[in-house]
């Protein structure tokens, strides 16, 4: 054995600082990030000149109505995915709150505001329970997510059965469509905005953010490092479960309806947006101006289809190929990368050879 | 390392610019013009697509509107329920179609959205399952619900000997007509049937394979059951099927509000005496011309307003903006091959 | 107990054999199911003892248990399929067509062109997933729009109906064999077969391999991609028998069939024993845990609990059986510690 053996296989130079550094307007632009909303400007284009009506004065404050509900539960949901974690069960809370705003108000005669915070409280405790059983028990949160996936839902088509509670007060109804003034923007902007600001603040400047970062790439090492990793998961599902129940109260109020199965399949949209924004499934990555740009995006894109009496089926086919690509080519390129530097382990050779397995061998003799 | 970040940078940017493509790509408009040079654009919005009753009285719809040399459309959700009726009723105000016509699933929830599009100028027609009478122009009332109502309950009490237990499969649980109705037979059997007692209402959903289930499990839990009153297309047809392959065929009566075309084999296996049903073509036909008064200035949905509704002759509107159709028809062995619906 | 994982077991083969399946989840699972059945036939006798409450109670688990058995094969290496549900819409329909446009085509053509059609889609969600590389949640995820969506462009707002369907084709929706409905016994079919395989196939042990450490599974040099990839086309395949069950059944096919059943199937599974990380679990638990879901939602009603509430219940369940094998799991690693520190 020479010391041949001990030659680490071939490698780039040797990596300095400058390697890894690349221009402001690089490390900005070229991330997927503005890719998603790149192509978000290009659909609104697109569609501006195109699609008939689209340019009409209904046309955005219709578009955000319709989004805010999946707009507000992307928002924690991103940090969740971003720990790694997942939570299916975001829809069931949204219906679980939207039966108890609707049987407070008919049947107990709370006031709205009343029974919506107790509704915010609820969806606190289904994420409380989501979080205990994926933190303190370590259960998988997929498994879980599921489990109660199918638990809040029961629960809230259990308590109002399959009527549903219709009479709201029309200052809370009017207030859900409210529009700023005359423009085409909904009253409901400010508070998303304000949520949207907070999260950002909460991810990309705090040290919980760091944390949360540092769950999802590796939670032993953020562990170590003194991440407290089961609180901070905790809070995080707490987070999303109140985001919920918030988006359920929107929800009643602005279609006027409280039904037990309000919102059934909503948990697939958010997703959708949340990684179609950029946000790596295997966590460890995402940001949160990718995620609005991609609840945005598949929002207009529904609404100019539907625009153009293309049917529900068209934009669903449409937002699962999204999905499928958009996930698919985070791994393309991974492969194309690797392909280009020659690790690719017998599989297709462009680029630089590598003598890895030469050199080891010759070590050998 | 700069090489990899530029290729993959690169491809990024081509895989942006194919996704875009993807986008703009697909979509040729072959879209329904809103104000299409003076045609009155009539889009119908029933309670549910693929419901067969619907179809057929948005194919009336559709007659009337060609005739009268408009331009027709139908939309609706898949589910029966209030909050999907509304992306549709937004899009017809974005459109800026003339008249909506819509079978309402909820009284009330609906009526922001009917709001907001009746700003934009749109006239709201409802038919067959009513909004509340301060949210839309005019309603299309087929029968009038006290006439369904007791043709239902005279025909269980004809089936099962006027004594015993019945139940209801019903359709959507707050849909308006279904709930008139409901509360109308209730009526009914208090007053003139007291041998009869409704021990309970199930929810189809205007779902056939959960009118099947619920059948299934109507007939386990209430084991003395002599009657099934089922006042939905959708319901009446499912628990027919459930009912021919059941030992309880025969010994239990179904009748309720269904279509000639899907009964028929039920009610040739003895499955099935009578039940009941009026032309849903002719409604949405009425429905149409209606909307087409209403656009047109014709009427104002004022009690005592007369208008023309093609072959169906003149029609005055009632009270409460109410045009009604006619009486509901009783179907059964003898009189079932005359109608194709 | 840490004695026995030293040296060999004292007691008798047949013992053995014994407590291992007396103690196995399934038993559990099974007796939870003969309690259910019992509770309500008490409340209402003809639940089980009317011939229609026979054939009911093996008639309507036939449409979950086969997905029950295909999610199976998925979960038990890493995976999971959701776009079950739509897979079972489009071959439905794809029955129902078959039999308006080619009217005297034979019953078995279409099932096996049904399980064509299935396996055709679930060989899509394996390419993506084993090539690819991507989570399987996201791609089923992605596979359940688009197929539902390509099923609801292809139906249009057609549906099919139980007269457009042949009279023998229907005939077998309620059709029993010795009052076994025969399509309870295709299920079962499926079910010995896919069960055999996975216990004493190669490439059936493998799956668990693959399950149990994938990284591993690599290193040892297992096909782990074509495994992968086979799991998927099976869970296909058996998503398109559930589809033809289906039009059997219901005769009618409408835009929303198969509408929220991956749910149901992913959760029969759980409930039947298979960890949902993989690498255990078998079909006969997951078929238990079928019938278990389907006799509970039906007996609701009899013992005087609205059914409504079924969701909840199935949700509870399926967090209780996690919790479960968590905590036997985690007490299992801790013997084999102990074990392993004693000797």
């Given at each position: 054995?020479?010391s041949?053996?001990?030659?680490r296989p071939d490698?780039?130079a040797?990596?300095t600082y400058?390697s890894?550094?690349?221009?402001l307007w690089?490390r900005?632009?070229?991330?997927?990030?503005?890719?998603?909303?790149?192509?978000?400007v290009?659909v609104?284009?697109w569609?501006n000149?195109n699609v008939?009506?689209?340019d009409?004065?209904?046309t955005?404050?219709?578009?955000?109505?319709?989004?805010t509900?999946i707009l507000?539960i992307a928002l924690p949901?991103t940090l969740?995915i971003?720990?790694?974690e997942?939570d299916l069960s975001?829809?069931s809370?949204?219906g679980l709150s939207?039966?108890?705003?609707?049987?407070?108000?008919?049947d107990a005669?709370?006031s709205?505001?009343?029974?919506?915070?107790v509704?915010l409280?609820?969806?606190?405790?289904c994420g409380?329970f989501?979080?205990?059983?994926?933190?303190?028990?370590?259960?998988?949160s997929?498994a879980?997510?599921?489990?109660?996936?199918?638990?809040?839902?029961g629960?809230?088509?259990?308590?109002?059965?399959?009527?549903?509670?219709?009479d709201f007060p029309?200052k809370?109804?009017?207030l859900?469509?409210d529009r700023?003034?005359?423009?085409?923007?909904p009253v409901?902007?400010v508070?998303?905005?304000?949520?949207?600001v907070?999260?950002a603040?909460?991810?990309?400047?705090?040290?919980f953010g760091?944390g949360?970062?540092?769950?999802g790439?590796?939670?032993?090492?953020?562990h170590?490092?003194?991440?407290?990793v089961?609180?901070?998961k905790f809070?995080?599902?707490v987070?999303?479960?109140?985001?919920?129940?918030?988006?359920g109260?929107?929800y009643?109020l602005?279609?006027?309806?409280?039904?037990?199965d309000n919102?059934?399949?909503?948990?697939?949209?958010v997703i959708?947006?949340?990684?179609?924004?950029g946000v790596?499934?295997?966590g460890?990555?995402?940001a949160l101006h990718?995620?609005?740009?991609?609840?945005?995006?598949i929002?207009?894109?529904?609404s100019?289809m539907?625009?153009?009496?293309?049917t529900?089926?068209v934009?669903?086919?449409?937002?699962?190929?999204l999905?499928?690509?958009?996930?698919m080519?985070t791994?393309?390129?991974?492969?194309?990368?690797?392909l280009?530097s020659?690790?690719t382990n017998?599989?297709?050779?462009?680029?630089k050879?590598?003598?890895a397995?030469?050199h080891?061998r010759?070590?050998?003799q | 390392?700069k090489?990899?970040n530029r290729?993959?940078a690169?491809a990024?940017?081509a895989?942006?610019?194919?996704?875009?493509l993807?986008?703009?790509?697909?979509?040729?408009s072959?879209?329904?013009d809103?104000?299409?040079?003076g045609?009155?654009?009539?889009?119908f919005?029933?309670?549910?697509?693929g419901?067969p009753?619907?179809d057929t009285?948005d194919?009336?719809?559709?007659?009337a509107?060609?005739?009268?040399?408009?331009?027709?459309a139908?939309?609706?959700?898949d589910?029966?329920t209030?909050d999907?009726?509304?992306?549709?009723i937004n899009?017809?105000?974005?459109q800026g179609?003339?008249a909506?016509?819509?079978?309402?699933?909820?009284?009330?929830?609906i009526c922001n959205?009917i709001?907001?599009?009746?700003?934009?100028?749109?006239k709201?027609?409802?038919?067959d399952?009513?909004?509340?009478?301060?949210?839309r122009?005019?309603f299309i009332?087929?029968?009038?619900?006290?006439?369904?109502?007791?043709?239902?309950v005279d025909?269980?009490?004809k089936?099962?000997g006027?004594s015993?237990?019945?139940?209801i499969?019903?359709?959507?649980?707050?849909?308006t007509?279904q709930?008139?109705?409901i509360d109308?037979m209730?009526?009914?059997?208090a007053?003139?049937?007291p041998?009869?007692?409704?021990?309970d209402?199930?929810?189809?959903?205007?779902d056939d394979?959960?009118?099947?289930d619920?059948?299934?499990?109507?007939?386990?839990a209430?084991p003395?059951?002599?009657?099934i009153?089922?006042?939905?297309?959708?319901?009446?047809?499912?628990?027919?099927?459930y009912?021919s392959?059941?030992e309880?065929?025969?010994?239990?009566?179904?009748t309720?509000?269904g279509?000639?075309?899907?009964?028929r084999?039920y009610?040739?296996?003895?499955?099935v005496?009578?039940?009941a049903?009026?032309?849903?073509?002719d409604?949405?036909?009425?429905a149409?011309?209606a909307?087409?008064?209403?656009?047109?200035?014709t009427i104002t949905?004022?009690?005592?307003?007369?208008?023309d509704?093609?072959?169906?002759g003149?029609?005055?509107?009632g009270?409460?903006?109410?045009?009604?159709?006619?009486?509901?028809y009783v179907?059964?062995?003898s009189?079932?091959?005359?109608?194709?619906? | 107990?840490?004695d026995?994982?030293?040296?060999p077991s004292?007691?008798?083969?047949?013992q053995?054999?014994?407590?291992?399946?007396l103690?196995?989840?399934e038993?559990?699972?099974?007796?939870?199911?003969v309690?259910?059945?019992?509770?309500?036939?008490l409340?209402?006798?003809s639940f089980?003892?009317?011939s229609d409450?026979?054939?009911?109670?093996?008639?309507?688990?036939?449409?979950?248990?086969?997905?029950?058995?295909g999610?199976?094969?998925v979960?038990?290496t890493?995976n999971?399929?959701l776009?079950?549900?739509?897979v079972?819409?489009l071959?439905a329909y794809l029955?129902?067509r078959l039999?308006l446009?080619h009217?005297?085509?034979?019953?078995?053509?279409?099932f096996v062109?049904?399980?064509?059609?299935g396996?055709v889609?679930?060989a899509?969600n394996?390419v993506?997933v084993?090539f690819?590389?991507?989570p399987?949640l996201v791609?089923?995820?992605g596979?359940?729009?688009?197929?539902?969506g390509?099923f609801?462009?292809?139906?249009g707002?057609?549906?099919?109906?139980?007269?457009?369907?042949?009279a023998?084709?229907l005939?077998?929706?309620t059709a029993?064999?010795?009052?076994?409905?025969?399509l309870i016994?295709?299920?079962?079919v499926?079910l010995?077969?896919?069960?055999y395989?996975?216990?004493?196939?190669?490439?059936?042990r493998e799956?668990y391999a693959?399950g149990?450490?994938?990284?591993?599974?690599k290193l040892?040099g297992l096909?782990?991609?074509?495994?992968v990839l086979t799991?998927f086309?099976?869970?296909?395949a058996?998503?398109?028998?559930?589809?033809?069950?289906?039009t059997a059944?219901?005769g009618?096919v409408?835009?929303?069939?198969g509408?929220?059943i991956?749910l149901?199937?992913?959760?029969a599974?759980?409930?039947?024993g298979?960890a949902?990380?993989?690498?255990?679990?078998?079909v006969w638990?997951?078929?238990?845990?079928?019938?278990?879901l389907?006799?509970?939602?039906?007996?609701l009603?009899?013992?005087?609990?609205q059914d409504f509430?079924?969701?909840a219940?199935v949700?509870a369940?399926?967090i209780?059986?996690v919790?479960?094998?968590?905590?036997l799991?985690?007490r299992?690693?801790?013997?084999l510690?102990?074990?392993?520190?004693?000797?």
């Amino acid at each position: 054995m020479t010391s041949s053996v001990l030659t680490r296989p071939d490698t780039p130079a040797t990596r300095t600082y400058a390697s890894y550094s690349r221009p402001l307007w690089q490390r900005v632009l070229l991330t997927r990030e503005m890719a998603v909303i790149a192509l978000l400007v290009a659909v609104l284009v697109w569609s501006n000149l195109n699609v008939p009506n689209f340019d009409g004065p209904l046309t955005l404050y219709f578009l955000f109505l319709d989004i805010t509900p999946i707009l507000l539960i992307a928002l924690p949901m991103t940090l969740v995915i971003i720990t790694g974690e997942i939570d299916l069960s975001v829809a069931s809370v949204v219906g679980l709150s939207s039966v108890l705003v609707g049987l407070l108000h008919h049947d107990a005669g709370l006031s709205i505001p009343a029974a919506a915070a107790v509704a915010l409280v609820v969806g606190a405790v289904c994420g409380a329970f989501n979080g205990f059983l994926v933190s303190y028990v370590g259960l998988p949160s997929l498994a879980v997510t599921i489990g109660t996936l199918a638990l809040y839902r029961g629960i809230a088509v259990g308590l109002l059965g399959t009527t549903a509670v219709t009479d709201f007060p029309e200052k809370w109804t009017t207030l859900a469509q409210d529009r700023i003034g005359t423009s085409s923007y909904p009253v409901v902007l400010v508070p998303i905005a304000v949520l949207a600001v907070l999260f950002a603040l909460l991810l990309h400047f705090s040290p919980f953010g760091r944390g949360v970062f540092e769950i999802g790439l590796n939670d032993e090492a953020a562990h170590f490092t003194g991440v407290n990793v089961e609180r901070t998961k905790f809070w995080l599902f707490v987070m999303t479960g109140a985001v919920s129940a918030l988006a359920g109260v929107y929800y009643t109020l602005r279609y006027g309806s409280a039904r037990g199965d309000n919102a059934t399949g909503m948990e697939l949209q958010v997703i959708a947006a949340v990684l179609l924004g950029g946000v790596s499934i295997f966590g460890g990555r995402g940001a949160l101006h990718g995620v609005i740009a991609g609840v945005v995006l598949i929002g207009a894109l529904s609404s100019a289809m539907r625009l153009e009496s293309l049917t529900v089926n068209v934009i669903n086919i449409v937002i699962g190929a999204l999905l499928v690509l958009s996930v698919m080519s985070t791994s393309l390129l991974a492969w194309l990368s690797a392909l280009t530097s020659g690790r690719t382990n017998g599989a297709l050779r462009l680029g630089k050879r590598r003598q890895a397995a030469m050199h080891h061998r010759k070590g050998d003799q | 390392m700069k090489f990899q970040n530029r290729l993959s940078a690169l491809a990024a940017v081509a895989l942006v610019a194919s996704l875009g493509l993807t986008a703009c790509g697909g979509n040729d408009s072959t879209a329904a013009d809103g104000s299409s040079g003076g045609k009155t654009t009539v889009t119908f919005l029933p309670k549910n697509l693929g419901n067969p009753y619907f179809d057929t009285s948005d194919a009336g719809g559709k007659k009337a509107v060609e005739e009268f040399g408009g331009t027709y459309a139908e939309v609706g959700p898949d589910t029966a329920t209030p909050d999907a009726q509304v992306p549709f009723i937004n899009t017809a105000a974005q459109q800026g179609v003339n008249a909506l016509v819509i079978s309402a699933d909820d009284p009330k929830a609906i009526c922001n959205a009917i709001g907001t599009a009746q700003s934009a100028g749109t006239k709201i027609v409802t038919f067959d399952s009513d909004t509340s009478p301060d949210c839309r122009d005019l309603f299309i009332n087929q029968a009038t619900s006290e006439g369904i109502a007791k043709v239902e309950v005279d025909q269980i009490a004809k089936q099962i000997g006027d004594s015993g237990e019945i139940a209801i499969l019903s359709a959507a649980a707050n849909a308006t007509n279904q709930n008139a109705w409901i509360d109308l037979m209730k009526k009914d059997l208090a007053a003139d049937h007291p041998n009869i007692k409704l021990v309970d209402v199930v929810y189809g959903n205007d779902d056939d394979q959960t009118s099947f289930d619920k059948t299934a499990a109507l007939l386990q839990a209430h084991p003395d059951l002599k009657g099934i009153i089922s006042p939905t297309t959708v319901g009446i047809a499912a628990a027919a099927r459930y009912l021919s392959t059941s030992e309880y065929k025969g010994k239990v009566a179904l009748t309720g509000l269904g279509t000639p075309n899907q009964m028929r084999e039920y009610v040739k296996d003895g499955t099935v005496t009578s039940f009941a049903l009026w032309n849903p073509e002719d409604l949405g036909y009425l429905a149409a011309y209606a909307a087409k008064a209403l656009v047109d200035g014709t009427i104002t949905g004022k009690e005592g307003d007369k208008f023309d509704a093609g072959k169906l002759g003149s029609f005055t509107v009632g009270a409460d903006a109410t045009v009604l159709l006619g009486d509901p028809y009783v179907f059964d062995k003898s009189n079932i091959d005359k109608f194709k619906f | 107990m840490t004695d026995l994982m030293l040296r060999p077991s004292r007691v008798s083969p047949v013992q053995r054999a014994a407590g291992t399946v007396l103690r196995s989840r399934e038993i559990a699972v099974a007796a939870v199911l003969v309690a259910v059945i019992v509770v309500t036939t008490l409340k209402s006798n003809s639940f089980l003892f009317s011939s229609d409450g026979w054939r009911d109670l093996l008639l309507t688990p036939c449409i979950l248990v086969p997905l029950a058995i295909g999610q199976t094969v998925v979960i038990v290496t890493r995976n999971v399929d959701l776009s079950v549900g739509s897979v079972l819409g489009l071959t439905a329909y794809l029955t129902g067509r078959l039999f308006l446009d080619h009217p005297g085509l034979p019953v078995l053509a279409v099932f096996v062109i049904g399980m064509l059609a299935g396996a055709v889609l679930g060989a899509v969600n394996g390419v993506l997933v084993a090539f690819g590389k991507v989570p399987a949640l996201v791609i089923t995820l992605g596979t359940l729009y688009i197929y539902r969506g390509i099923f609801l462009t292809w139906a249009g707002s057609n549906r099919i109906n139980a007269s457009d369907m042949p009279a023998g084709f229907l005939k077998l929706g309620t059709a029993s064999i010795l009052t076994i409905p025969v399509l309870i016994i295709i299920a079962f079919v499926v079910l010995a077969v896919v069960g055999y395989v996975l216990r004493t196939a190669r490439g059936g042990r493998e799956l668990y391999a693959i399950g149990s450490d994938p990284d591993a599974a690599k290193l040892y040099g297992l096909p782990v991609t074509k495994r992968v990839l086979t799991a998927f086309v099976v869970s296909g395949a058996l998503a398109g028998l559930a589809g033809v069950i289906y039009t059997a059944r219901y005769g009618t096919v409408s835009s929303g069939a198969g509408y929220g059943i991956e749910l149901q199937a992913v959760g029969a599974a759980v409930i039947g024993g298979v960890a949902i990380f993989g690498g255990s679990g078998t079909v006969w638990g997951a078929a238990i845990g079928a019938f278990l879901l389907v006799t509970i939602n039906r007996a609701l009603p009899i013992v005087g609990i609205q059914d409504f509430w079924q969701q909840a219940v199935v949700g509870a369940l399926i967090i209780c059986a996690v919790v479960l094998d968590r905590v036997l799991s985690a007490r299992q690693a801790r013997r084999l510690v102990e074990a392993r520190d004693l000797s």
